[in-house]
């Protein structure tokens, strides 16, 4: 697969890119590599990764918790402290091996350390390779509240290697296809439409549709790398999506919901709305019903947690002017961002997915 040129980022695939990779780490006058790994990359990817690895620059590892539970403010100041303990100056190197986690939280450790080091992204879960790692968004959790603390600021180099997918659970995958599905529904009736018999993909049709969903991604976040208007569009599905997967977090008696599970429902609870609001065509909306709860099951939501669940909603990074902002569709590929929902429409969406 050819590389893919995004604006402030290249993006090679698979075991071409590790000569590309050599190529940059050795020409570019860095003092020391730092590899960020989770408990989970430290046991299953970083021994492969490190193979390939072509260097005689001093090579360090700094390992977190894995889990959305541990990107926080506190694990950054580890990881600031890890490197600071480790000598690291503003020409060391940081190299993300991980999920969205990793990526998320290590491209901000990066950006922030003594205002600001390289970093590159190794991302090995389905989710950080279509999502997490491409466009540059870096940051932390606050407490449960998902992403209210971060920066903008894109690795050098992405390297997606689908080698590290046969480490994930099945879970993660569908956690993964959330996002692809997401491109789908908000760009392409084509694409979408390659995702109807979900059982029947195998790893070759995953690695064109992986390399088409980074093509989606990165054409609107070339268009709009701050988020003013277009890249809206991508968080389809995650203004609810994000609060219950915040109120899941809260309630330790609450089953683990990933995060592309919290998105599926996001995404069945807009549609609902959409059909509502936008014209979205009801008989659409049943089948993205039947094929969301068909592949990732069907989540129990209480009616008594409805209100605690939209009350998360004022904390969406969308918000502006005290309005809380949807992302809706009119047809599919044709979203409509700056959407005012009612809480009793919200409320309706609960019942119809629960239906």
């Known amino acids: 697969?050819?590389?893919?040129?995004?604006?402030?980022?290249?993006?090679?695939?698979?075991?071409?890119?590790?000569?590309?990779?050599?190529k940059y780490v050795n020409g570019g006058n860095f003092s020391k590599i730092f590899v960020l790994v989770d408990t989970n990359t430290h046991t299953y990817c970083l021994a492969n990764f490190l193979e390939r690895l072509e260097t005689d620059l001093s090579i360090e590892i700094i390992e977190i918790e894995a889990g959305e539970i541990?990107?926080?403010?506190?694990t950054c100041v580890g990881v600031w402290n890890a490197l600071s303990d480790l000598d690291a100056d503003r020409k060391s190197l940081?190299?993300?091996?991980?999920?969205?986690?990793?990526?998320?939280?290590?491209?901000?450790?990066?950006?922030?350390?003594?205002?600001?080091?390289?970093?590159?992204?190794?991302?090995?879960?389905?989710?950080?390779?279509?999502?997490?790692?491409?466009?540059?968004?870096?940051?932390?959790?606050?407490?449960h509240l998902k992403n209210q603390i971060g920066v903008i600021s894109a690795p050098d180099i992405i390297i997606i290697d689908t080698n590290y997918l046969d480490t994930l659970p099945k879970s993660q995958m569908r956690s993964g296809l959330a996002e692809m599905l997401k491109h789908g529904l908000i760009s392409d009736e084509n694409y979408w439409n390659k995702f109807k018999d979900l059982k029947s993909l195998n790893l070759k049709d995953l690695d064109q549709l992986i390399y088409e969903s980074i093509l989606i991604k990165k054409h609107v976040v070339d268009?709009?790398?701050?988020?003013q208007n277009l890249r809206k569009t991508l968080n389809y599905g995650h203004t609810l999506g994000h609060a219950i997967e915040s109120y899941f977090l809260s309630k330790p008696d609450k089953i683990d919901l990933l995060h592309g599970e919290a998105i599926a429902i996001g995404m069945v609870l807009a549609s609902y709305i959409s059909t509502k609001l936008t014209g979205f065509p009801e008989a659409v909306n049943n089948e993205i019903k039947i094929l969301f709860k068909g592949f990732y099951g069907h989540v129990e939501i209480l009616e008594s947690e409805y209100a605690d669940i939209i009350e998360l909603l004022k904390y969406d990074k969308k918000n502006e002017h005290g309005n809380i902002n949807f992302v809706l569709l009119e047809a599919i590929g044709k979203p409509k961002i700056d959407c005012l929902v009612d809480d009793n429409i919200i409320i309706d969406a609960f019942k119809f997915y629960n239906s």
């Open 70 to 74: 541990h990107k926080t403010i506190d």
């Open 1 to 22: 697969m050819d590389s893919i040129q995004a604006s402030d980022s290249i993006i090679h695939f698979n075991e071409p890119s590790y000569a590309l990779l050599n």
């Open 223 to 227: 268009i709009d790398p701050f988020e």
């Open 94 to 143: 940081m190299i993300n091996v991980g999920g969205g986690v990793v990526t998320d939280l290590g491209g901000f450790a990066a950006c922030t350390f003594k205002r600001g080091i390289s970093y590159l992204n190794i991302p090995t879960t389905l989710l950080s390779m279509v999502d997490a790692s491409v466009g540059g968004k870096t940051g932390v959790d606050l407490g």
